[in-house]
Every structure is written in structure tokens, then in C-alpha cells.
């Protein structure tokens, strides 16, 4: 086999490798690239690209809420030793940055959405049943009721984070994946940007299957209630329309005028089915189901992979698992 270079090529490329990576802190070109990755889908990608040539550490694993994240002093001390960080970014991950300060990381972050056309979102659920538009003249009376996600201690930006729910942005977390380590280890990058072309035609062929599915489901029976408010890109690329019990984020409970609101719309848009999501509390969609009629239509992973053995343990798996929910329980 040909496929081992001779020593000395190896040894040139390793010195080359060395230069160029120096200010990621390599210690030698022919270790593997030590990479950070702070949730378990973005991790899933990381580990599609980078293949044998890099070693992954992921903060927030399966079934975790990347929203609500305490990290921990074992986070700190992996950070302290990655030469490359990945994030969403989207305002996604509000607890990394003073964790990236606390550990004294020193390598590139890479913003794994860079790149994707940022979904504004429309504030908590369906924007013509909530009156919490327009809030901000509102701001001085101090009594306001139903704002607490807004004015809670977690400050979002007016992005929406979950880019991934589109598989054409998952392509797009792919190629920044591949070039982010491509930058850190150029002795690799011809291996990250191959193993990224084959991973994102396994993306571009699901994407196009997905379409197709839900495009032969009737558009009014296209409608669904989840936990918070995580597939809103879902529902753009694929049309499907998603009612969020919750909001944007997890961390604040809707109020009893809100969940009645959600109530009175999915009775009103005769919303066939409601979801719980793997990293959420199943209460409140338990709970619209059983005042609406609606059937509770499974598990969907939203923000975190499952564990491995369950249905969506890889980014690939978590979309196919979720299409095939949606699209049983949508079905006529
Ligand atoms: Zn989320």
C-alpha cells in the first residue's frame, strides 16, 4: 500500500504543519487536532469532517439543553486544551463566552452558522395570538404580565439559533467545519474538505427527500405544536407550520394566558398533532393535547442528539427520526 508517505515527506509536512498551526497551539502536526464542540449535534458534524484526524471533545451532550447549560470545571480545563472551538453562535450558547474567559482558551472558535441567512423570531409562539408585540413601549411600568422570557436573566438576541433544523444550513455547517479545521491542521485539509463534500451529499439527498415527503401531505394538515420554539427553519424549508408552547428559548414557563391562547389556536386551526421534545419538560404539550383532542405524535429531537441506541444519535438520524414522526402523524 501506498497510502503512508515516506518518512521524510511526513517530516516536512509535519514541520510545515507545525508552522502554520503554531498559533493554535498545536503541539505536533501528528497528533490529532484537539477540538471542542459545545453541543452534541454540532459535535456529530465535527466528528463527520474531521474523521481519525481530530479529537472531540462535546460540552453539551445527548438529551441536553445547550440553552440552559451550567458548565463545569472539567468544561473549563477541556477548553483550556483545544486548539479549536466550535460553536452555533446565533446567541445560542449564552454561557460559553465566560466559560471560553474562565478556562483560558487560547485556540480559533469557529461559528459554525456563519454564513446562514438568520431566522428572526416572531417572540413567544404564534405572533397573532400574543399581545407581547410592540413591548417595548411598554418597558417602565414594571407590571407588565407575560415578558419574563424577555426579561429574564438569559438575553437572546433577536436571531433565531436553531439553524440546523434546515439541512441546506447543516451543509453550511459542514464546509465552515471543514474550513475551521482545515485553518488549525492544513496538513489535514484536503481530508476534511473530502470527508465534508461526501457528508454533505448525504445532506443534500435527505434534504431533497424530506421535501418530497412533506410536499405530499395537504398544507392545511401541515401544522404541529412543540415544546419551544426550535423548528422554525423546519418549518420554512420544509412548510410546515410549528406552534411553540414555550418560545424561542427553555427557560421560562408561558403564562396561564398564553397556554389558554395556544389552546384556543389549535382548536381553532384543527391542529392534528402535538410533539414532546427530547431536552423539554413533556407537561405542557401533554397537557394542550388533552384539552384540544390533539394526538401527542412522539419524541422529537430538537436541540441535542439522542443517546447513542436511540433514534437519533447522529445529525442525520435525529432529521430522518423527526421527518418520519411529523409525517406519520400529519398524514390524513
Ligand atoms: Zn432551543
Known amino acids: 500500500m501506498r ?12 514541520v510545515a504543519g507545525l508552522c502554520l498551526s503554531a498559533v493554535f497551539g498545536a503541539a505536533h502536526a501528528a497528533d490529532p487536532v484537539k477540538a471542542v464542540a459545545s453541543f452534541s449535534i454540532l459535535g456529530d458534524i465535527v466528528r463527520e469532517v474531521g474523521g481519525n484526524d481530530v479529537s472531540l471533545t462535546t460540552l453539551v451532550g445527548p ?3 445547550a440553552h ?16 479549536v472551538l466550535f460553536v452555533n453562535g446565533l446567541d445560542f450558547e449564552t454561557w460559553l463566552p465566560k466559560l471560553t474567559k474562565a478556562s483560558g482558551f487560547a485556540g ?6 456563519q454564513g446562514v441567512t438568520p431566522r428572526k ?9 400574543h399581545d407581547d408585540h410592540g413591548h417595548d413601549d411598554d418597558h417602565g411600568h414594571g407590571h407588565d404580565h407575560g415578558h419574563d422570557r424577555e426579561d429574564g436573566h438569559h438575553h437572546h438576541g433577536d436571531a433565531d439559533p436553531h439553524a ?55 398544507a392545511e394538515r401541515r401544522k404541529v405544536v412543540t415544546s419551544h420554539d426550535a423548528f422554525g427553519y423546519f418549518g420554512d424549508a420544509y412548510g410546515v407550520a410549528f406552534i411553540s408552547a414555550m418560545g424561542v428559548s427553555t427557560d421560562a ?22 410533539f414532546v421534545e427530547n431536552i423539554t419538560s413533556p407537561k405542557l404539550v401533554q397537557q394542550i393535547a388533552r384539552e384540544t383532542g390533539a394526538k401527542v405524535g412522539g419524541t422529537l429531537y430538537s436541540d441535542a442528539l439522542s443517546k447513542s441506541g436511540q433514534p437519533g444519535a447522529t445529525y442525520l438520524e435525529m432529521f430522518e427520526w423527526n421527518v418520519r414522526q411529523l409525517a406519520a402523524a400529519l398524514q390524513p
Open 108 to 113: 480559533k472558535t469557529v461559528v459554525a452558522s
Open 253 to 274: 414557563e408561558p403564562s396561564a394566558g398564553e397556554v389558554a391562547a395556544i389552546i384556543e389556536q389549535v382548536k381553532r386551526e384543527r391542529v392534528p398533532a402535538v
Open 63 to 65: 438529551d441536553g439543553d
Open 68 to 83: 440552559e447549560y451550567e458548565p463545569t470545571p472539567g468544561d473549563a480545563k477541556k477548553l483550556s486544551a483545544a486548539q
Open 121 to 129: 423570531f416572531a417572540g413567544h409562539g404564534d405572533a397573532d395570538t
Open 164 to 218: 440546523w433544523q434546515n439541512l441546506a444550513n447543516g451543509v453550511i455547517y459542514a464546509r465552515n467545519v471543514a474550513e475551521g479545521l482545515a485553518a488549525a491542521d492544513p496538513a489535514h485539509a484536503d481530508n476534511y474538505r473530502q470527508r465534508a463534500n461526501a457528508y454533505i451529499a448525504k445532506l443534500q439527498a435527505l434534504d431533497a427527500n424530506v421535501k418530497k415527503t412533506f410536499a405530499a401531505i395537504p
Open 3 to 14: 497510502s503512508i508517505l515516506p518518512a521524510r515527506r511526513r517530516a516536512l509536512l509535519a
